[in-house]
């Protein structure tokens, strides 16, 4: 009795049909390719080297600069310094002569050696 | 009995009072601080190239002191004309120059616009040029590049 009060309905497909079934992956894009990040990090990298090569053949050239800035000084500073060094050498003989004037067959300045060679005096002077 | 002292730990510094002989001409000692002579140190080198070189070979027959005092003294006396040279026409770039020098632990490679502009200085008045011997052929010198990789901090 209860079955006949409602009229019979067929069970139908939705108007439009189903959607479509979702059997594909969804993957959204993450970012550049490995291939390009690959790429990017070889050309930063070639050419943070091609820099570093640069730079130190800069650096090269930098030192060659400073070093010959020097060697154009070398004779200036030296003729001064031997001025001063012979000036106390002529100082240390008199004072040499004077204390030793005393002693029989004394060579005042003779070196020790048996060579022309020139050595600076081993100590300046006795305080 | 004497006994020795290291003069170097002596608690003031020996100064020989002794002249130097009578008989050495005297000359004029230059007195130029580290810096400007730093500053015109390729221009001693090329104003002075002749007495300098005379000078080490001298220097290279013999070591002695006393053996090339007479080539010590052209050398000098060189540097001094070529100093009272520079004060006299470049004195502003000059002082500009070994200023900058002095302020930036005496490297050159900081130092590029002052010296340029005494390098111009140089060269119009006295035509002296700022060669580095020894450099690769073809290249430009390295104080003449225009965007070095070395540069200071501030530009």
Redesign the interface.
């Known amino acids: 009795m209860a079955v006949s009060q409602h009229p019979y309905r067929q069970d139908m497909p939705p108007s439009g049909g189903f959607e479509a079934i979702k059997y594909k992956r969804n993957l959204p894009v993450r970012g550049p390719s490995g291939v390009m990040i690959l790429t990017a990090v070889t050309a930063v990298c070639a050419y943070g080297f091609y820099?570093v090569g640069?730079?130190n053949l800069?650096?090269r050239?930098?030192q060659?600069?400073?070093v010959?800035?020097?060697?154009?000084?070398?004779?200036?500073l030296?003729?001064?310094?031997?001025?001063d060094?012979?000036?106390?050498?002529?100082?240390a003989l008199?004072r040499e002569k004077e204390i030793m004037k005393g002693v029989e067959g004394w060579e005042v300045g003779k070196s020790v050696y048996h060579n022309q060679?020139?050595r600076p005096a081993d100590?300046?002077?006795?305080? | 009995m004497t006994t020795y002292h290291d003069p170097e730990s002596s608690s003031k510094p020996y100064k020989e009072p002794t002249p130097l002989p009578a008989h050495i001409p005297k000359v004029q000692e230059l007195g130029t601080t580290s810096g400007p002579l730093k500053s015109a140190a390729f221009f001693i080198g090329a104003y002075c190239k002749d007495y300098n070189e005379d000078f080490m070979l001298c220097k290279n027959e013999n070591r002695d002191p006393g053996h090339c005092l007479k080539e010590g003294r052209r050398v000098t006396r060189c540097a001094e004309d070529l100093i009272s040279k520079m004060r006299d026409n470049c004195l502003a770039e000059w002082d500009k120059h070994w200023g900058c020098l002095e302020l930036n632990n005496h490297e050159y490679y900081q130092c590029r616009k002052p010296e340029r502009t005494l390098n111009k200085c140089m060269f119009e008045k006295l035509g002296l040029v700022k060669t580095i011997p020894g450099s690769p052929e073809g290249q430009t010198p390295i104080h003449e590049v225009k965007r070095p990789i070395y540069t200071g901090v501030q530009k």
């Open positions: 820099r640069a730079g800069e650096k050239e930098l060659r600069e400073k010959w800035s020097r060697i154009h000084l070398v004779p200036l030296l003729a001064e310094g031997d001025r060094a012979y000036r106390r050498q002529q100082a008199a060679r020139y100590s300046i002077v006795v305080l």
